[in-house]
Each structure stands twice: as structure tokens, then as C-alpha cells.
């Protein structure tokens, strides 16, 4: 066995725990997973029944932590995962699974395969058998801070920007703020309104807030490609910037997986309780809201809907804030089919889209988000990831569809009432 | 060895053969699963979550919205059988009998042309489940050699059973030692076999229900 193979094997050892056999040792073979994912729905192609993807967990599982599987191993009549099967893996670990989690809503007997997927990734990652492109941005990320090589000077200069374009002021390491900013990638790069619209916000609230110049970038790859010591040192960051400048609450940005990685891996990562609030920015908006200091006019005059981001809605517990954001100032807002907690993913998450390898694949799954939104006759669908809006932009283009994204904390920015 | 003589050792010394395997089995199972562990959850929950997983086991027996339409025979075929099954063993008065023998509880049963019904129901229902598994694509990819076992430990007993009951051969005494004998091989190869689930599914499904509750939703 290759250093790299035993490597993988041994993480995988590593991740099995209570669940994961309870989940294994529960699988029926019912097949109903396959109509619960969207790779599968949109391809009709069998190897992406979720429960397959992680064969080669399955046997370990077996072989390790079975009687009758060591058994058949010491007698050698178990088939040992070999660095072949795992190549053939990667592509139905990685590309075909957005680790959305509607599977795990779904299967009958309760597993959460979305969970040993992330799991999964850890023993793939450990043996070689990531994604060229995940790897690529998880290096970035380690380097520069961002997986989009984002330096803190490409901030600064979208901090002036939007100081100019927004007439705020940006705070930048102040001590004792009630909130700590962050952004994805993409929001510097693609949408710096957000920071502006964040801005605007939290200043309209009478709240303090600030940036960090030590950690302003959510985004984290090391749980997508699944290196938890790198996901550690990217959420380490955060919590490092968040503790030296004492700030009550960190606001996790439109991006889903920063959600997971900060709010519900990072204390895991990190082995111990943050000193700060972790919080999506919805849930701020939906703070300041029922505190009655989002103030809010006008509504803006469309039939639109709301694409729930995965990691934010059913994997983040966030779907109903969205809504009641939407209802003050949508009139006309109307459910997708399947909304909240079952929504259908863009396709695009959990490192799909750092995935190059993974791109037709990915334009063939949007098919199930293209379906929804003409079923829906809408002409403006509004969502609150980053990742997704870059994901289904691109897909909108493809498709030629003529639909209008828009992003809600941008949205709920330009209807505050100023005072 | 005559029919009344395997009747004798299946009643005797075979059910009690049976019974020890499928308890150890099952307690070595459960402990292969539970003494793996889990490390503490130090993400705070959003809210007080407590009976997230008990609710997710119940909750987790009724179809998501959309999923009965796509997948009718896994869900029907399932329940019809499943249902069927639990009122053909449980239900069944000589069935009854043998509990009280065994445990000393007792409880009503139904009147037999009832659960003649749901004998024949189940067993249309894995005749269903069988075509399902031969003919879908991801069913196939899935199926292993354990699958077909499965099918079979719960197939012949339903079937001898019902032979057994209508006197569908001439050999009654035989058709019922073959119907225990098949009983008993049934619990041997339960807690070894995907039949397991009737136990691990509910700690899956708590697990799941607890994990999905920490964070706000019910799964």
C-alpha cells in the first residue's frame, strides 16, 4: 500500500465514529437518496446515488469496525480500497456532491450522508485524490488569505470605493465593535455592494462595526476540499482577529460554506467555545428587524422569489429570517416549489464551483434550479450566497435565461429609511 | 430426519439456538456502533434542541413533500410490507402464544382472515420490492450479494407461513417446521445482515434528528 494511500485509509478510520456506523449498518439499498440529489434527478446516471459515493468509507468501515468484516479480512475475503478505486472516486466525492444535504433529509432510515461526504473528503484529500482546482485555492487561501488570491490592498481599495459610493465610513481594526465584518471572495472581487449595503445597515442601526485587516475573508476551502487542519488555521484566523479586537458578534457573509466553517465546524476545529457570537448577516437583519432598528420604506414592485442557499437554510437552520426580510419590502414575493429546508441546490456548493473539472456536470444539475424558476414564471430571484449568485449567474448566461439575481442584504440596503 | 422431528428440534432446542444468536448479535452490533463514540458538539446550539432526535424517528417514517411521486414503489411497496410483516408476527394469534411462552406478555390478536390479508399483501409487496430491485438502475448498482439474502430470510418465512396456515401441502407438520426453521434463520442472520436496521434505524435516525436540531431544523 502507497504512503499516500495509507494515509487516506487512516483518515478514514479517523472520521468513523457513532454515526457513521449507525448510518452504514442502517442502509437499505432503497435507492431513495438517488431521487433526493440533484446530480442524479438531472443525469439519470445511477453512480450518483448519494449512498454510493462513499463505497470506499462503507468497506473500511466494514473491514475496521465489524466483527464480520475483520473476520473476512483476516481471512482475505474482503476487497481492500485500493488508490484506483479512490481516483474513480473523486469525481462522484467531489464533483457530483454538492454536500447541499437534501439526501440526508430524505433517507428513510435517517442517515446523514452529507455529513460522512464531508468526512469522506478528508480520507480523499489525504490521499492525493482532491480536485486539481480545490487544491489550487485551498494553497491560496493558506497563502494570501483568500482562495481568490485577495490581498488586503484589493480590499482597501474596495473599502474607498464603497466609502465614496455608499458616503460611509468603513472602520478598520476598531477595538470593541459590536460586529466584525467579513466578506467572501466573491464579494470583494464580484459584489463589494455588500460591504456597502452592510455598511449603510449597521450604521442606520446605530451599531458599531468594523473590518479586520487580519481576517476579512470567510471563505473557507479547507472544508470543502476537507483538510481540517487547514480549515483550523483559516477559521483560527477569524477567531484570532475576532478575540484581539473584542467585538461581540462576527458576521458571517452571504456565502454559505463561511456559515458552516465559522458557525458550526469552527468550534470543533478549534476545540473550544468562541468568545463572540457567530451569526449570518440574514440573521442580524432579521435581528435588527424584530428590534425595530432596520427601519424599512418602499418595497420594490416584482414578482420575485428566493433561492435558499443549502449551507445557510437546511444545513444553517437560517430559512425563515429570509422570508419574513422579503415580505416587508416584496409584496409580490412567492415560493419556489420545495422552499427552506428542501430547496434544490444551485449546484455549485461545497466546492463544486472551485471544481473546473466539475463544470458541465454542474451546468447539467442547474437544470433542476432552471425548472423551479420557469414553473414559477418569476422574473427576479433574490438569494443570500455569494457562491450561488456567481453559480447561477453563470448558468442564467448558459441557458440564456433573462432572470435578474439579486442579492437580499443588497436589497434590504436599498429600502432602509434613513433617518 | 422426519417432518415431526425437525418440528421437535425447531420448537426446542432450535428456537432457543436461535434466540441466543440473534440477542448476542444484536448486542454486539449495538455495541460495535455505540462504543465508536462521538466527540462533543462545542458549536452552541440555535436553540434548546432537546428532543430533535426522538421527533426525527418518527417523523423520519412519513415521506418528504415531492418524494412519494418519485419513488411510489419504494414507498408503497415499503409500508404495505413493512406493515403487513409486524401484523403477520405480532398479530397472529398461535404467533401470540408463542410471545406468551417466551415472555410472558400477552396482548389481543386480530381475527385471522385480517391477517391472512396482510400476509398476502406483504408478500405481494416483496414480490413488488423484487421486481423494483431487478428492473431500477440505482437499486441495481446498489444491490450486493446481502440484498437477495435479505429479501430471501424475509420472503420464506412469510411464504411457509401462509402454506402452513392453508394447508397448501400435504405435509403440514413439515411445512410448519420448514416455516419455524426459516423463523430461525431469519434472527441468526438479522443482527449480521441488512435486517440490522430495525435496530440501527432508530439510532440513525436520532442521531440525524439531533444533528439537524442543533442547528434549527427539523429533519
Request: charged share 20%; aromatic share 4%.
Given at each position: 500500500m502507497s504512503a499516500s494511500l495509507q494515509r487516506g485509509v487512516n483518515a478514514f478510520k479517523e472520521v468513523i465514529d457513532a454515526p457513521v456506523a449507525a448510518f452504514f449498518a442502517s442502509?437499505?439499498?432503497?435507492?431513495l437518496c438517488a431521487e433526493s440529489c440533484l446530480f442524479y434527478t438531472e443525469t439519470?446516471?445511477?453512480?450518483?446515488t448519494p449512498i454510493h459515493k462513499l463505497e470506499p468509507l462503507r468497506r473500511v468501515w466494514q473491514q475496521e469496525y465489524t466483527l464480520l468484516g475483520r473476520l473476512a479480512k483476516l481471512v482475505g475475503l474482503a476487497k481492500p480500497v485500493t488508490d484506483a478505486e479512490l481516483a474513480a472516486w473523486s469525481p462522484l466525492v467531489y464533483?457530483?456532491?454538492?454536500?447541499?444535504?437534501r439526501c440526508s433529509m430524505v433517507c428513510p432510515v435517517g442517515n446523514d450522508i452529507t455529513l460522512m461526504i464531508r468526512k469522506m473528503r478528508e480520507g480523499m484529500a489525504a490521499a492525493g485524490h482532491a480536485p486539481e482546482g480545490l487544491v489550487t485555492a485551498t494553497q491560496r487561501s493558506i497563502q494570501s488569505g483568500s482562495p481568490a488570491g485577495v490581498k488586503w490592498v484589493t480590499v482597501q481599495a474596495q473599502i474607498k470605493r464603497m466609502q465614496k459610493q455608499f458616503g460611509i465610513d468603513i472602520p478598520v481594526n476598531?477595538?470593541?465593535?459590536d460586529y466584525l465584518v467579513l466578506m467572501s471572495s466573491w464579494e470583494i472581487l464580484?459584489?463589494?455592494?455588500y460591504l456597502g449595503s452592510v455598511g449603510r445597515i449597521l450604521d442606520n442601526a446605530g451599531a458599531t462595526w468594523t473590518l479586520s485587516e487580519h481576517a476579512y475573508e470567510a471563505t473557507n476551502s479547507g472544508i470543502q476540499i476537507g483538510v481540517s487542519d487547514l480549515a483550523r488555521e483559516l477559521v483560527g484566523r477569524i477567531v484570532k482577529a475576532a478575540e484581539d479586537l473584542k467585538v461581540k458578534c462576527v458576521i458571517s457573509p452571504e456565502c454559505g460554506h463561511a456559515y458552516t466553517a465559522l458557525r458550526w465546524e469552527g468550534p470543533n476545529l478549534m476545540g473550544r467555545r468562541f468568545g463572540f457570537e457567530v451569526k449570518h448577516i440574514l440573521e442580524v437583519l432579521d435581528d435588527l428587524r424584530r428590534s425595530g432598528r432596520l427601519k424599512l420604506k418602499g418595497s420594490i414592485d416584482k414578482p420575485l422569489t428566493y433561492h435558499d442557499p443549502c449551507q445557510i437554510?437546511?444545513?444553517?437552520?437560517?430559512?425563515q429570517q429570509p422570508r419574513a426580510l422579503l415580505r416587508q419590502i416584496a409584496p409580490q414575493f412567492r415560493e419556489m416549489s420545495?422552499?427552506?429546508?428542501?430547496n434544490w441546490c444551485c449546484g455549485g456548493g461545497g466546492g463544486v464551483s472551485a471544481n473546473e473539472r466539475a463544470e458541465p456536470l454542474r451546468t447539467i444539475a442547474f437544470k433542476r434550479k432552471k425548472a423551479q424558476i420557469e414553473k414559477l414564471g418569476v422574473n427576479t430571484v433574490v438569494t443570500s450566497c455569494a457562491n450561488c449568485r456567481v453559480v447561477i449567474e453563470e448558468a442564467l448566461e448558459h441557458y440564456h435565461m433573462n432572470i435578474e439575481l439579486l442579492g437580499l442584504t443588497e436589497l434590504v440596503a436599498e429600502h432602509l429609511a434613513e433617518d | 430426519m422426519s417432518g415431526l422431528e425437525l418440528l421437535t428440534w425447531a420448537r426446542g432446542p432450535g428456537l432457543v439456538l436461535a434466540v441466543g444468536i440473534c440477542i448476542f448479535g444484536v448486542i454486539l452490533r449495538l455495541i460495535e456502533i455505540l462504543a465508536l463514540g462521538r466527540q462533543a458538539?462545542?458549536?452552541?446550539?440555535?436553540?434548546?434542541?432537546?428532543g430533535s432526535g426522538w421527533r426525527t424517528i418518527f417523523t423520519r417514517s412519513l415521506p418528504p413533500p415531492g418524494m412519494l411521486r418519485r419513488a411510489p414503489l419504494t414507498y408503497l411497496g415499503g409500508y404495505v410490507f413493512h406493515i403487513g410483516m409486524a401484523i403477520a408476527v405480532f398479530f397472529f394469534v398461535p404467533h401470540i402464544e408463542l410471545f406468551r411462552g417466551l415472555l410472558g406478555l400477552r396482548w389481543p390478536g386480530l381475527p385471522n382472515p385480517l391477517v391472512d390479508i396482510a400476509s398476502i399483501a406483504a408478500i405481494i409487496a416483496l414480490l413488488a420490492l423484487l421486481v423494483g430491485r431487478l428492473v431500477d438502475p440505482v437499486k441495481r448498482l446498489l444491490t450486493n450479494a446481502g440484498d437477495w439474502l435479505a429479501w430471501a430470510l424475509t420472503f420464506v418465512p412469510l411464504i411457509t407461513g401462509y402454506s402452513a396456515y392453508h394447508h397448501l401441502f400435504e405435509n403440514y407438520t413439515l411445512t410448519l417446521a420448514v416455516h419455524i426453521v426459516s423463523v430461525e434463520l431469519l434472527l441468526v442472520l438479522l443482527p449480521f445482515s441488512k435486517l440490522f436496521h430495525v435496530f440501527s434505524l432508530f439510532i440513525a435516525r436520532w442521531y440525524n434528528g439531533e444533528i439537524s436540531g442543533r442547528k434549527g431544523v427539523a429533519s
Open positions: 442502509c437499505v439499498h432503497c435507492g439519470g446516471d445511477p453512480q450518483y464533483d457530483s456532491c454538492s454536500m447541499c444535504g476598531l477595538e470593541n465593535a464580484n459584489y463589494p455592494e437554510s437546511r444545513r444553517g437552520g437560517v430559512h420545495d422552499p427552506g429546508v428542501m | 458538539d462545542l458549536a452552541s446550539p440555535r436553540q434548546n434542541s432537546t
